[in-house]
C-alpha cells in the first residue's frame, strides 16, 4: 500500500472515532445459570447486578468465547452516552448497538425488554437504542447466548455506532443520507475508504486529489458538530467527480438464508427456523419494499405448504411481484460427490417439478452454497433440468492456494458450458454486509474478471 493510502486510513481511523465507540472490552459476565420466565424482566433485581458479575475475557482475535456444547452465556453491561467523542457532541443522533454472534440461540435485551433474537444464521445486528441521543442517559443491555452443540460460543464484535437520522426507511438510504448537513463523520469515512479502495486498485494517479482534499481537513472544528459536518458535505461535493467511474459500478444485493436441512441438528428444528426465517423476511419487506429474497429447497416451501398454508400464500405472492426468488432447483441442497448421477437427476426433476407446480416456473439458477465439491457432470445435468447459471461461495473455503476466478464458464467433459458465479465469501463465519466488505469483494472480484 502506498504513502498516500496510509495517510488515507488513518484520517479515516479518526473519522470514526468521533461516532462510533468499542464496547467489547466492557462486558460482565454472570458465573450462575440464570433463567427468565418471559420477555421481560426487572433488571434490577439481585441476580443481575453487574457488580456479583465478572469482567468477560476477551481474547487475541477480540472475540468473548465460551464452551461448546449448548452451555449458556450471559453478558451485561450499562451504556451511558457521553457528551461526546474525540470532542464531538453526540447529542441528538441515533445510537445503534452493533453485535456480531457465534451462536445457536441469541437474545438481546435492552432495560429489561426482549428486543431481538438471532441464531447461527441470523447472527449479527443493529439495535436502535435511541433516536435521539441524550448525555448521561443509560441503556442496561443483556445478551444471553446459547453456545452451538458443535463448537464454541462467541461474541465477536460489539460496538456503540452514533449516526445522522436518516429519512424514513420505505425510501432507499442513500436518497437522503447524503444532502445537506445529513452527512455524518462515520458515513462520510466510510464513502472516503471505498473510493480510496477503487483508486489504489485501478487509478492510483489520482490517489493525490484524493489526499490533498483529506488533508484540508479542520480537525480544530470538531467541536461544532454542525460546522465540522458541514465542511465535510463541501469535501465531498468537491470529490464527487473522482467517484465518476465507481458510479459505472453496481451491486445487486439478494437476501438469502442457508439453512442446513439436517446437519447437527433434526429436521424438525429446521421447519421452525425456515418458518421463523420467511416470516422475518416477508416482515422486513414490508418495511424495505426493494428487498429481494432468494431462496432453495423446496423441501422446505412443501412443508411450509402443509403446515402453514397462510404463510404459503404469502410466499406465492411474493414470488409473483418478484420479490422472492426460486433458487436451486434441487428437492434439498444435497452433497454433490459420493451420491449417483441418477440421485442427482432426481433431486432436480423432483425440485423442478415441484416450482413449475406451485410456482408457475421453474429456476434457471443452480444454487449449492455449501457443498463440499462438485461433480464434473453438473453442468450437463443442470442444463437438461432447465438451468443456465450455477453459483456457489464454498472454493472460497481453500485455506492455501485461492481460488482465482469469480465469474467462469464450466464445461462438463460432453461440451456443455454453464456460466458459474462465486458468491462473496463468508466473513469471520457469517456473511458480513457492511459495505467496507462489500466493496473488498468487488474490487478483488473486478480485477479476477475485469
Known amino acids: 500500500m502506498s504513502s498516500y493510502s ?29 433463567s427468565v420466565n418471559s420477555d421481560s424482566f426487572n433488571p434490577n433485581e439481585a441476580k443481575f447486578k453487574l457488580d456479583t458479575w465478572h469482567l468477560a475475557t476477551v481474547n487475541e482475535k477480540g472475540y468473548i468465547t465460551w464452551d461448546k456444547g449448548r452451555q449458556v452465556k450471559w453478558l451485561a453491561q450499562k451504556i451511558t452516552i457521553p457528551y461526546a467523542l474525540q470532542d464531538y457532541p453526540l447529542s441528538g443522533l ?31 445486528a443493529r439495535i436502535l437504542l435511541t433516536n435521539s441521543a441524550i448525555p448521561g442517559e443509560e441503556f442496561w443491555v443483556a445478551i444471553r447466548l446459547v453456545s452451538p452443540g458443535h463448537d464454541i460460543g462467541a461474541l465477536m464484535r460489539s460496538k456503540c455506532v452514533y449516526e445522522k437520522l436518516v ?29 480510496a479502495k477503487y483508486l489504489t486498485k485501478f487509478e492510483a494517479e489520482k490517489l493525490q486529489i484524493l489526499v490533498t ?31 465518476k467511474h465507481i458510479k459505472q459500478r453496481c451491486f445487486y444485493p439478494l437476501g438469502h438464508a442457508h439453512l442446513d436441512l439436517a446437519w447437527l441438528w433434526t429436521t424438525a428444528e429446521t421447519y421452525q427456523v425456515a418458518q421463523r426465517t420467511f416470516e422475518s423476511v416477508l416482515n422486513l419487506q414490508q418495511d ?20 402453514r398454508p397462510d404463510l404459503f ?24 460427490n459420493l451420491v449417483s448421477g441418477e440421485s442427482i437427476a432426481r433431486q432436480l426433476l423432483y425440485g423442478q417439478h415441484y416450482f413449475k407446480e406451485k410456482f408457475g416456473k421453474i429456476t434457471r439458477v443452480a444454487w449449492l452454497p455449501d457443498s463440499f465439491g462438485f461433480s464434473w457432470q453438473l453442468p450437463q445435468l443442470f442444463k437438461q433440468a432447465g438451468i443456465d447459471y450455477f453459483v456457489t461461495g464454498k472454493l472460497h473455503w ?19 458450458r454453464m456460466l458459474t458465479l462465486m458468491s462473496p465469501p463468508n466473513v469471520t463465519g457469517v456473511m458480513d454486509t457492511n459495505p467496507i466488505t462489500m466493496t473488498d469483494y468487488a474490487v478483488d472480484w473486478e480485477s479476477q474478471t475485469g
Open 6 to 34: 496510509d495517510g488515507i486510513f488513518n484520517d479515516i481511523k479518526e473519522l470514526r472515532k468521533l461516532v462510533q465507540k468499542d464496547i467489547q472490552s466492557n462486558w460482565y459476565h454472570s458465573l450462575e445459570n440464570i
Open 94 to 124: 441515533t445510537l445503534r448497538l452493533v453485535l456480531t454472534w457465534w451462536a445457536e440461540d441469541a437474545k438481546i435485551f435492552v432495560n429489561g425488554k426482549l428486543t431481538q433474537q438471532g441464531d447461527l444464521f441470523d447472527s449479527s
Open 167 to 195: 429519512g424514513a426507511v420505505r425510501e432507499p438510504p442513500l436518497q437522503k443520507n447524503l444532502i445537506g448537513n445529513q452527512i455524518d463523520p462515520g458515513f462520510f469515512a466510510d464513502e472516503i475508504e471505498i473510493l
Open 213 to 243: 482534499n483529506i488533508n484540508e481537513i479542520d480537525w480544530s472544528k470538531v467541536a461544532n458538530a454542525q460546522e465540522f459536518d458541514r465542511a465535510l458535505a463541501n469535501f465531498r461535493q468537491q470529490l464527487l467527480p473522482l467517484a
Open 288 to 307: 424495505f419494499p426493494y428487498l429481494t429474497f432468494g431462496h432453495t429447497t423446496p423441501a422446505l416451501y412443501e412443508w411450509i405448504e402443509q403446515n
Open 313 to 336: 400464500i404469502q410466499i406465492k405472492e411474493a414470488v409473483r411481484q418478484g420479490k422472492w426468488e426460486i433458487l436451486g432447483g434441487m428437492w434439498v441442497e444435497p452433497e454433490v
Open 398 to 416: 481453500n485455506d492455501t492456494n485461492k481460488f482465482p476466478l469469480g465469474c467462469f464458464w464450466w464445461e462438463s467433459p460432453d461440451g456443455t
